[in-house]
């Protein structure tokens, strides 16, 4: 009896049907994407208490999960996603919980993942690669987890990306209970940061609870390979800086303005072989 429920709820989708399998899924529900492109699958007002579960290794995809709660995604490849706003998202989550990404491959895009308002969110065994900016952004979102992934071969021309970015606003709500394990970031990009700012007077907030933990920075051209700032009883250890060769600063790990934080066992990078005409080291926060 139990195989032959498991068996029901399983189904094939194809670029055809799958929006329509998708919005119409039971709590438990297995689907798997056929082989093909599918251009953005979007996921709105769906709450499953069992989650359902989506194989999309064999798929070509862009994906907004909007205001929905429990979705597993396996594999898939994020891609094409170069227009303006959220057009330029590979994957967007707004104001979505309990979603998991297991091994999603996000390339050739503005930004690979965008967590906006989102709380519960995993991701683990990411590749991102080829961003224009950003590969993931983590704002105003709670209870976060991004392990074992991976930044590399950044295009971002003038643009100063960073591999993962997180920030809050007063009027969104703060960044809280972080973690970031043995993650990966090499190339044209900073590596892992959390930037804060007063904004005519008001503080966006900050942050409280993030670990970046036992990851591997090495930059070309941005020497904050880890930063946090206005951080409240977070964790930054065991991680490792590279400065690449002919990169003009120094690649650092450093914390701003951090209460009862644990900082230490970090390595930052050797400074460079020779120095840049000015001492002035840019702040490559492009926060929104």
């Known amino acids: ?117 989102s709380s519960d969110v995993r991701v683990t065994r990411a590749t991102i690669t080829d961003m224009r900016i950003d590969g993931i952004n983590i704002a105003s979102s709670q209870r976060v987890t991004v392990t074992d992934s991976s930044c590399s071969n950044f295009d971002t021309g003038e643009a100063h990306p960073d591999c993962i970015q997180m920030w809050s606003r007063p009027d969104r709500g703060i960044t809280q209970d972080v973690t970031l394990l043995r993650n990966r970031s090499v190339g044209k990009m900073q590596g892992f940061t959390g930037f804060n700012h007063v904004r005519n007077g008001v503080n966006d907030g900050g942050f409280d609870r993030i670990t970046i933990k036992d990851s591997f920075v090495a930059g070309e051209d941005a020497p904050r390979g880890i930063f946090l700032g206005d951080c409240r009883d977070c964790v930054v250890t065991g991680n490792r800086a590279q400065t690449l060769p002919g990169a003009r600063w120094m690649e650092t790990i450093s914390v701003e303005n951090c209460t009862r934080c644990t900082v230490n066992d970090n390595q930052n990078g050797d400074r460079p072989a020779r120095r840049p005409p000015t001492t002035t080291v840019p702040d490559k926060d492009r926060r929104r």
Do not use: C, H
């Not at 998708?22 to 599918?38: E, F, H, K, N, S």
């Not at 996000?106 to 930004?111: C, F, L, Q, T």
């Open 1 to 117: 009896m139990i195989i032959a429920l498991f068996a029901a709820s399983a189904m094939t989708a194809t670029p055809v049907t799958a929006q329509r399998v998708v919005d119409t899924a039971r709590p438990g529900a297995m689907i798997r994407l056929a082989p093909g492109d599918y251009g953005r699958l979007t996921i709105k007002n769906r709450q499953w208490k069992q989650p359902i579960t989506i194989d999309a290794k064999a798929a070509t995809l862009k994906l907004a999960i909007i205001q929905s709660d429990g979705v597993i995604l396996r594999g898939g490849t994020f891609s094409g996603a170069m227009g303006a706003g959220g057009e330029g998202y590979a994957i967007l989550l707004r104001q979505a919980r309990r979603i998991s990404f297991e091994s999603p491959t996000m390339r050739a895009s503005m930004r690979g993942l965008v967590i906006d308002r």
